[in-house]
């Protein structure tokens, strides 16, 4: 049966309303097919016939549609895809411009996910990096990993340098996360390095060699004689102002160490343990200049049991040390120490300490523990001088005792003394500090602390017709009965000049007590005490007063002076102003007498006014008193009074 297409005939009457098929005409054999879409194709064999473009006729095209109805959908031509626009060419698209296709445009990408198509590093096939961007547009950013710094490890210590740091959430080649190395150039610097004393901060702690390891031992080194006191120690690298050896015996002194030559200074020099002292005696004959070592003699001899020496000829005999003997110098001999703090000649209480009979020159050396007994001759208990001369310079007298005259020293001679002290001495007669029997002068001499039990506390001169001089010396605190600082007996002439007598004590005279012949010129008597005469004490004798100050001494009667048996007091002064008796206090007067046979003349000399006047009359006697003010001159005797 041959098929007819109802849309042939449905054309060929276009324009009709109706179509008949008159009864009879109908050719039975014949199919009758309906093509809607005009394609020539029925429904039988078109698989879309709305579409004129699909049909068995037509070419397969890629558009997801069967377009040749062979049952299959883009069968041959490729499969249908969507693109979506990539403008960054980066390979991901975004879906808000999207395509559908077999093949992809130019422009677009066939995977979408991109969350910045204007950036090609940033799609979902990009690794995350630590930069605040969702790199790989997972929706993290950064996938929570943490930006920090890291440190150029330069040295592979395993520690960075700080101030290199480069900030990334990522380790670099070459950097690390610690960056606490302080000197990136060096390996053996770093955080857990040693401390070694190198000058150099290992441990990277901000200290250069604290806490070193290898510290070595010092000893401070205060005198820097490159020897340290061995019980100020200390650990440390450098050692600045100590030394690496402890056996310093005086870190003190520069001159005491180990291997110092050992002089005569009363010390140990050269720290050696088996030191026993400075003790070195030699005597040296003038005559043949021969050395005689008498160390070994004089060493053996000690406190309870002092070496005995006699000179054998003319000489020098020198000593250093403390020497324990009694030295008998029968000949012209000079004994020199090296000085009186270092060298020392101590009789221990068995003698006088130097007796001398000939012509003895003392110098350097301190004299003590002298003891002269009553019997047989108590004369000098640390030198005795019994005939010719002694010059005796630089030397301290103390601690010595007689008996009878002259606890520190009595000369019989020709006696000098210059520069020199006089301490702490006793007698039971006369002249505690130095007794004389003959000529004496004494320059620069200190008097202190001298106790006698009977005359002259500092000194006593016995020199019948002789005269003493006494030129800018100082007695102080010396003590007596009669004369706390100076006796002149009967006979005797003193010479005071440009000395100062103070603090001395005594029952009568406290500065002096004159029986002979007494000038003083420009010195002063001050601060002195007695019972009577605070300062002098005048009896059968004569006291030169020139330019000289009386000043605030005090006693029981006559607060400067007491006057008796014919004295004969002179204050005058030559021009200076100087002479003065001033604020001395006792309950009769300043100047006293008991006695009508004494006389007093002032010449121009201030008698106080004021508050410096005397505390009472400034003459006084038993049956009445003068009063005088500044720059006064009068006569006073013990008959008519003052005028």
């Not at 004129?52 to 049952?71: M, Q």
Request: hydrophobic share 35%.
């Amino acid at each position: 049966m041959r098929p007819v297409m109802l849309a042939t005939l449905v054309g060929a009457l276009t324009g009709c309303t109706e179509v008949i098929v008159p009864a009879g005409q109908i050719d039975t054999d014949v199919t009758v097919s309906f093509d809607e879409d005009g394609d020539g194709y029925g429904v039988e064999e078109d698989c879309d016939d709305s579409s004129p473009y699909i049909s068995p006729a037509v070419s397969e095209l890629c558009n997801g549609i069967d377009d040749d109805c062979d049952g299959e959908v883009d069968n041959g031509v490729g499969e249908l895809q969507t693109f979506y626009s990539d403008v960054d060419g980066d390979g991901f698209g975004v879906d808000t411009d999207v395509l559908t296709g077999c093949e992809q445009p130019e422009g677009y990408a066939d995977a979408t996910g991109d969350c910045n198509d204007a950036n090609a590093a940033v799609n979902p096939g990009a690794s995350e990096d630590c930069n605040g961007v969702d790199t790989n547009c997972n929706g993290v950013v950064d996938d929570d990993m943490v930006e920090q710094n890291w440190y150029p490890d330069t040295d592979v210590d395993g520690y960075g340098d700080s101030a290199a740091a480069v900030l990334d959430c990522f380790q670099p080649t070459d950097y690390i996360a610690d960056g606490t190395d302080c000197d990136d150039g060096d390996n053996t610097v770093h955080p857990s390095a040693t401390e070694t004393c190198n000058g150099v901060d290992d441990d990277c702690d901000g200290s250069v060699d604290v806490g070193a390891t290898d510290l070595s031992l010092w000893f401070q080194d205060s005198d820097n004689d490159g020897y340290g006191d061995p019980i100020a120690s200390f650990e440390d690298c450098s050692g600045d102002g100590a030394s690496s050896n402890g056996d310093d015996c005086d870190d003190s002194d520069a001159a005491v160490h180990p291997g110092a030559t050992e002089i005569c200074d009363g010390q140990q020099n050269d720290c050696d343990a088996s030191w026993s002292g400075d003790l070195t005696a030699t005597f040296t004959d003038s005559a043949t200049s021969t050395d005689l070592d008498l160390t070994a003699l004089f060493a053996a001899g000690g406190i309870a049991t002092p070496a005995v020496w006699s000179s054998p000829e003319d000489g020098t005999l020198s000593l250093c040390g403390t020497i324990y003997a009694q030295l008998q110098v029968m000949h012209n001999v000079t004994i020199d120490g090296v000085d009186a703090s270092t060298t020392r000649l101590d009789a221990g209480g068995f003698g006088t300490t130097v007796f001398a009979a000939g012509d003895l020159s003392l110098s350097n050396i301190t004299i003590s523990g002298g003891y002269a007994a009553a019997a047989p001759a108590g004369f000098g208990g640390g030198i005795y001088v019994s005939g010719g001369s002694a010059d005796i310079r630089d030397v301290v007298i103390e601690n010595n005792h007689s008996d009878f005259k002259g606890g520190g020293l009595w000369s019989n001679g020709t006696l000098t003394m210059t520069d020199s002290t006089v301490r702490n001495n006793t007698a039971t007669e006369l002249g505690a500090g130095v007794g004389t029997g003959g000529e004496a002068t004494f320059t620069r001499v200190v008097f202190d602390g001298n106790t006698g039990a009977t005359y002259g506390g500092g000194y006593a001169s016995q020199s019948f017709g002789t005269t003493t001089t006494v030129d800018e010396c100082e007695f102080r605190n010396n003590e007596a009965s009669i004369g706390g600082g100076i006796f002149v007996n009967d006979s005797a002439t003193v010479d005071v000049k440009d000395t100062d007598l103070h603090d001395n004590s005594a029952d009568n005279g406290g500065a002096f007590s004159v029986h002979g012949e007494l000038s003083m010129t420009n010195g002063s008597a001050t601060n002195n005490e007695a019972d009577v005469g605070g300062a002098i004490h005048g009896q059968a004798s004569v006291t030169f007063l020139y330019d000289a100050l009386i000043a605030d001494n005090s006693a029981g009667s006559g607060g400067a002076a007491w006057l008796i048996a014919g004295a004969n007091l002179i204050c005058e002064d030559t021009g200076t102003d100087n002479a003065a008796f001033l604020r001395n206090t006792a309950p009769d007067a300043a100047v006293f007498s008991p006695d009508a046979n004494i006389v007093v003349v002032s010449s121009a000399c201030d008698w106080g006014e004021g508050v410096d006047d005397n505390g009472s009359a400034d003459i006084g006697f038993p049956w009445g008193g003068w009063s005088y003010g500044n720059n006064a001159s009068f006569f006073c005797d013990g008959t008519t009074g003052c005028f």
